[in-house]
């Protein structure tokens, strides 16, 4: 703003005057002007007052002492804050500084900030854990409590190596010598054996075994049972020595601690004869193509010799089916001790053949029995009260390690091992989150949310 | 301790020494730094970026006015955060204008409350104003009308000339006055726009 009558006097003229900043001339040019000029003087006077205003604005307050330390000095880097983001300066100034006392508002208030930290995304794949872990463990629940108690398994585990199952299997030659039952007997042991049965263990047990079974043809002698010393493992004396002295279609009671009983029928006992067997229900050859270890020449039932140091050194597997044993496992020469499961032979169970516990937590203890694997089923356990004609035959099982195989009658409803998995999987991924989760909200301050 | 002794014992590695001069001027350097910035985080964080930087540059301090180069050293930190902020261009709740019935760090308790209410709601409106202008006019305007730099000592800080000065001078009080004449109520009658 100029005034008319002192166009060379201006605001910035003005302005110098209020300073002490314009030279005498000019400084005579402006007090005669502002006499003259009311316009020219209300500007010089609004001027001087708008100066006196913020001459007379109070001091500020620090908000704090700016002294600086030794550690600010030496090390400390030369930040450069950001104005557009002094919530995030404040978050960083926040986590360099010591953690204080727990904030107050008692246990629901840090529940709540619990799971309020963090971004979206770690919220929802923890809720998603929780989530998995909740339908797991309480399907895995629900189903195995629905499961039949004598309900059939199917094992077949990888090749565990020198490691014979406690299993005792004895092999019956029939009175032809064309005829051989491979009978399967597990373990008389209790159903809830531990799954924790160690190697060694197995191994001492092995050694108090003494089971020799003779793969013989007809002329063989009854093969010879010695019953296991140990108490819970001990398979009846006079169970194996009647059961070695049957014929093919005596009836056999095993029971044990298992309280079944096994029937040999010598035409359900052929060995390689009974997947194509009239009396085998259809499926079965689909499901368990005959691969007979054991040529009928060699007696037709896979019969391990035991305590003999021609055969084989690797015990490969126990299966055990409802109805039919597979895979020939015998025992190192330097132990008397052997799982022998005729690959070819079926022997129908007039009863319900239960693979008990024992057996399937042995498996699982063994390392490398990997695939171990079990079936329950409940088809099977009523199929196998029937006689022959449910006769199944078991697939040999590969000389790499054993596989499974279920029978036609049985359906997979569950799988104890994989819920186990998928149980500890949930687990672990729950424990993943809330850990990531509980770590974000110590790490970061409530105020800076 | 005077400030030369002060700065002869902070360059022989002294904290303490430098601290006693932080003392001195760390009211003024941040007033300047809140003129500047207009945000008390902000300029907190470039005072004490600032003596850090006096610290280190301090066996560059070729003598003269110490006040001016520390001075110097806050604006033109405050400037850098100033062009971090137009580059970043994002907007903060916390920059947010907010309507100040009063400004707690501008409260004079020797005044009467009728008086008081009165006279922080003009220096409300004067720091408002303030706000208003660009930040090379209000630099110059708070080191000039109320740090009361000389015209030389501000062209010194600013590294700008003379006239230069004089004129960022002119312009923000002019601005200033204007601003403040849109609330007449709050100024004496003789500020009043003359209609003469």
Not at chain 1, 87 to 92: G, I
Not at chain 2, 33 to 43: F, G
Request: glycine share 4%; aromatic share 6%.
């Amino acid at each position: 703003m100029t005034s008319s009558r002192y166009p060379q006097i201006t605001d910035e003229l003005l302005s110098a005057y209020i300073d002490n900043q314009v030279t005498d001339d000019e400084k005579a040019l402006i007090e005669a002007a502002v006499i003259e000029d009311p316009m020219l003087a209300w500007q010089l006077e609004s001027l001087r007052y708008t100066v006196d205003l913020l001459h007379t604005l109070p001091q500020l307050a620090l908000p704090r002492s700016f002294v600086l330390s030794d550690a600010q000095l030496l090390d400390g880097a030369v930040s450069m804050p950001a104005l557009a983001e002094p919530a995030r300066m404040r978050a960083a100034t926040a986590r360099r500084a010591p953690r204080s006392a727990p904030e107050p508002g008692g246990f629901w208030v840090g529940w709540r900030n619990f799971w309020q930290v963090g971004n979206l995304f770690l919220r929802n794949a923890a809720a998603a854990s929780l989530a998995i872990f909740l339908v797991v463990s309480v399907g895995g629940a629900v189903l195995q409590s629905q499961l039949p108690t004598s309900a059939q398994v199917a094992i077949v585990s990888e090749a565990s190596e020198s490691v014979p199952q406690p299993t005792i299997a004895t092999a019956a030659p029939t009175a032809s010598g064309a005829q051989a039952v491979a009978l399967v007997q597990t373990t008389t042991t209790q159903a809830t054996s531990n799954a924790e049965t160690s190697r060694e263990e197995a191994v001492t047990l092995e050694k108090q075994v003494e089971l020799q079974v003779s793969a013989v043809d007809g002329s063989a002698p009854p093969t010879e049972v010695t019953p296991l010393s140990s108490a819970n493992r001990t398979l009846p004396a006079d169970s194996v020595q009647a059961l070695a002295q049957a014929g093919p279609a005596a009836a056999t009671d095993l029971a044990g601690g298992q309280g079944g009983s096994v029937t040999m029928p010598s035409d359900a006992a052929r060995g390689g004869e009974l997947a194509d067997s009239p009396g085998s229900q259809p499926g079965n050859q689909d499901l368990a193509p005959p691969e007979p270890r054991a040529q009928p020449s060699q007696a037709a039932i896979a019969a391990a010799s035991v305590g003999s140091a021609d055969s084989f050194s690797t015990a490969r597997s126990a299966v055990v089916t409802n109805l039919v044993a597979t895979e020939s496992v015998t025992a190192a020469d330097t132990i008397s001790t052997t799982v022998v499961i005729s690959s070819s032979t079926a022997v129908s169970l007039t009863e319900s053949s239960i693979v008990s516990a024992p057996v399937m937590s042995s498996l699982a203890s063994e390392t490398d029995a990997v695939s171990a694997t079990l079936f329950y089923s409940a088809p099977i356990a009523e199929a196998a009260i029937q006689p022959t004609s449910n006769a199944t035959a078991v697939p040999t099982n590969e000389s790499n390690g054993a596989r499974y195989q279920p029978s036609v009658d049985s359906n997979v409803v569950s799988n104890p091992l994989s819920l186990l998995r998928n149980f500890q999987f949930a687990s672990a991924l729950a424990a993943l989150f809330l850990g990531v989760l509980w770590w974000r909200s110590r790490s970061t301050s409530p105020a800076t949310r | 301790m005077d400030e030369q002794t002060a700065i002869s014992r902070a360059l022989q590695g002294e904290t303490n020494a430098f601290n006693h001069l932080v003392l001195t001027y760390q009211n003024l350097a941040y007033s300047v730094a809140y003129r500047v910035l207009q945000n008390e985080n902000a300029a907190a964080d470039a005072v004490q970026e600032s003596f850090i930087k006096a610290y280190r540059a301090l066996p560059s301090f070729s003598g003269g006015s110490f006040k001016s180069w520390l001075t110097r050293i806050v604006v033109n930190t405050c400037y850098d955060m100033l062009r971090v902020q137009q580059r970043r261009a994002t907007d903060s709740l916390d920059e947010l204008p907010v309507e100040h019935e009063y400004i707690p760090a501008l409260v004079d308790h020797t005044e009467g409350p009728e008086a008081h209410a009165e006279r922080m709601e003009l220096n409300g409106w004067i720091e408002q104003g303030l706000r208003a202008l660009p930040a090379d006019q209000r630099t110059v305007l708070a080191l000039c009308d109320i740090h009361g730099y000389a015209y030389e000592e501000i062209a010194e800080v600013t590294g700008l000339p003379m006239g230069t000065v004089k004129s960022r001078i002119s312009r923000a009080r002019t601005r200033l006055r204007d601003y403040l004449l849109q609330k007449p109520e709050l100024l004496p009658s003789t500020f009043r726009p003359y209609n003469g």
